[in-house]
């Protein structure tokens, strides 16, 4: 087992739980305890998932010269996620609202600020990189540059990224992403096609060796090229939904966890599973992640 590195968003989320959509107007609403605020963005809740679970992890990204940014750097901390590599080069930190219903639907407010014009600093890549086994690199624009600094460590060190709503394999943003990585994880929820057809036409393009769409309630499919493999591993209820956000990073988190212990994909993907199917028991994208203690004693009742 080696340390993990992570580049992506970290942000102030703020969650609102309206019951039901669309929403009637009310000038004032007092709900109670729905409405929550946290730390969250891709990055971050992938780091936070895989430090929960056991792992070393060196986590990259660009926050604001701002009170969210000294919040989001007292998050780290509190999480025992290592800051060197979270440069606060902007003037405001990225923030983000999320409403969701009791149907589980949801409609997310990213405001980026001007991150998207952002560059991150290639020499802070190049030592982290060094030290780490593995790499996660979000499909966040300031991650784009990397991808060509990743590729020099090809041999030695694996690459995952979760491109998380795509068309089909060319999309414009994301297929950069796609053809650098080895593992390329992706929502089914905005295809074109069926998650089969896109995974097969994935690693027949790029090569790309293990491919996983998330099905949400479905549960995921799973494709690994080299075995010539393709299945659908159904979704485990584990406890009531309160709230899908996060979900897939949850997924994808657990996987690399246990891929770059094990080399095993086919265990990697049930338990991986099992834990997105707890997570979604939690409100908030970074809530309700278990330890890997909990994670296997939850995979003795349920996995068989």
Same mark, same amino acid.
């Given at each position: ?11 102030? @989320? ?24 946290? +730390? ?14 056991? =792992?070393?992890?060196? &986590?990259?990204? /660009? /926050? ?23 440069? $606060? ?8 609202? *999320?409403?969701?219903?009791? @149907? ?6 990213? =405001? ?10 290639? @020499? ?17 624009? &300031? ?27 060319? =999309? ?5 992403? /796609?053809?650098?990585? #080895?593992?390329?994880? &992706? ?53 009531? *939904?309160?709230?899908? +956000? ?13 891929? $770059?212990?094990?080399? #095993? ?7 991986? +599973? ?5 997570? +979604? ?24």
């Amino acid at each position: 087992m080696g340390k993990i590195l992570v580049g992506g968003l970290v942000n102030v @989320e703020t969650a609102v739980n309206v019951k039901e959509f669309p929403i009637k107007y009310i000038p004032v609403d007092y709900p109670g305890f729905d409405v929550t605020t946290e +730390v969250s963005g891709g990055g971050y809740n992938v780091a936070k998932a895989l430090t929960t679970l056991g =792992d070393n992890v060196d &986590f990259m990204s /660009i /926050i604001g010269n701002d009170p969210m940014g000294r919040i989001i750097r007292d998050k780290l901390k509190m999480d025992m996620i290592y800051d060197k590599f979270v440069t $606060n080069v902007m003037k405001q930190s990225v923030n983000s609202v *999320v409403l969701f219903d009791n @149907e589980c639907q949801r409609r997310t407010f990213c =405001d980026l600020k001007d991150l998207q014009s952002m560059t991150y600093p290639t @020499e802070y890549f190049e030592h982290a990189a060094r030290e780490c086994t593995f790499i996660i690199l979000c499909n966040t624009e &300031f991650c784009r540059p990397l991808l060509a600094a990743a590729a020099k460590y090809k041999k030695e060190k694996l690459l995952a990224t979760d491109v998380q709503t795509i068309t089909d394999i060319d =999309d414009e943003y994301n297929k950069d992403f /796609i053809a650098a990585a #080895d593992i390329v994880f &992706f929502s089914h929820e905005n295809l074109t096609d069926t998650p089969e057809a896109t995974a097969q036409a994935m690693m027949d393009k790029y090569g790309t060796s293990i491919v996983v769409c998330g099905l949400g309630k479905e549960g995921a499919l799973l494709a690994v090229k080299d075995d010539n493999y393709m299945e659908r591993i159904p979704a485990i209820d584990v406890r009531p *939904v309160i709230n899908t +956000v996060g979900a897939g990073e949850a997924l994808f988190s657990c996987f690399c966890h246990l891929y $770059n212990r094990t080399k #095993d994909p086919y265990t990697a993907i049930k338990k991986a +599973v099992l834990y997105a199917g707890y997570k +979604v028991g939690a409100s908030g994208a970074s809530a309700g992640l278990m330890d890997e203690r909990d994670l296997n004693a939850l995979a003795e009742q349920y996995i068989k």
